[in-house]
């Protein structure tokens, strides 16, 4: 943690401090080495936040980038008795969390839950793979195969989500945020890295992927916008899903033609027969795979 309470106050790592953490009041002691970045940590493993996991760099730098007093914030379900630490939470009761460890499904689920009003951003460089994925996946834009472009040049509909981005936070009901710059050391020479690549909850045939900038990201969450503005994003896309599904009806029953479209996922192909067949091809090949 990079906060702990001495004398009612919210105190930074030092050597040798002793505080008490904001979460569950038990003694913390102040770990100041050179290894690792400067934090606190319990005395004794005890129950405390089980969902707390240990800071990387990346993770203080996001977490600097919001007002000292909204980061590790402690959170009670009064249902529940349960308590958490949100990485930052906003004076709109926005939850931003930070995440570089992996996390199952199960646990996302439950702080989606628990949090409610919370957005992700997530460490896009934890898995060697995880970038080369997304940026053949994004490069397909070219081919309009995957990364589909919409009339905003910063947002797109993308079909086969699971081609670009890790799956266990495909089904997430909040929007996910993937930052792959990591550290800042990796190449960049495309500058792809700076930008940050917003997933939004699928509700029709097409995911909505849009690229924002981390300053437009940090400005919206800190002066309240981001909430409205993703509310409003959805109820209109949502709008022009369903609106695309009557318009496609309609064309099934009022116009019977000698030509076959082929579609997929309900998406006409351009490229025809030999596209459907190369999709069916690499869906069963990922099923073959175990990845469904
Ligand atoms: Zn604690």
Redesign the pocket.
């Known amino acids: ?1 990079h906060f702990a309470i001495i004398n009612d106050n919210r105190v930074m790592a030092q050597p040798k401090l002793q505080g008490l ?6 003694p ?1 002691i102040a770990k100041c080495g050179t290894r690792k970045i400067w934090h606190w940590a ?1 005395k004794r493993k ?1 129950d ?2 089980n969902w ?1 996991e240990p800071e990387t760099e990346w993770h203080r730098n996001w977490k600097n980038n919001y007002p000292a007093d909204w980061q590790e914030t402690s959170l009670l379900d009064e249902k529940t008795n349960e308590k958490h ?1 949100a990485d930052v939470r906003t004076t709109h009761n926005l939850v931003i969390e930070f995440q570089h460890s992996h996390i199952d499904p199960q646990e996302r689920i439950s702080r989606e839950q628990f949090y409610k009003n919370m957005v992700w951003l997530v460490d896009g460089t934890r898995l060697k793979r995880d970038y080369p994925r997304f940026l053949k996946g994004k490069k397909n834009y070219f081919e309009n195969t995957i990364f589909y472009k919409t009339d905003n040049p910063k947002i797109f509909q993308v079909d086969l989500l699971d081609w670009c981005f890790p799956s266990n936070w495909l089904e997430s009901s909040v929007p996910v945020i993937f930052d792959f710059r990591g550290d800042g050391t990796m190449d960049d020479s495309e500058g792809l890295r700076i930008t940050l690549y917003c997933i939004f909850p699928q509700v029709g045939r097409y995911a909505r992927v849009v690229e924002i900038s981390r300053t437009a990201f940090i400005n919206a969450t800190i002066n309240g916008e981001w909430t409205s503005r993703v509310q409003k994003f959805i109820n209109d896309y949502k709008e022009q899903d369903a609106f695309e599904q009557q318009k496609k009806q309609q064309q099934t029953t009022s116009h019977s033609s000698n030509k076959i479209t082929y579609t997929w996922r309900g998406i006409p192909l351009i490229g025809g027969y030999r596209e459907y067949k190369r999709r069916l091809w690499a869906q069963n090949k990922s099923t073959r795979n175990g990845r469904s």
């Open positions: 943690m953490c904001s979460c569950c009041s038990k913390v319990h005890t405390c936040d707390w630490i």
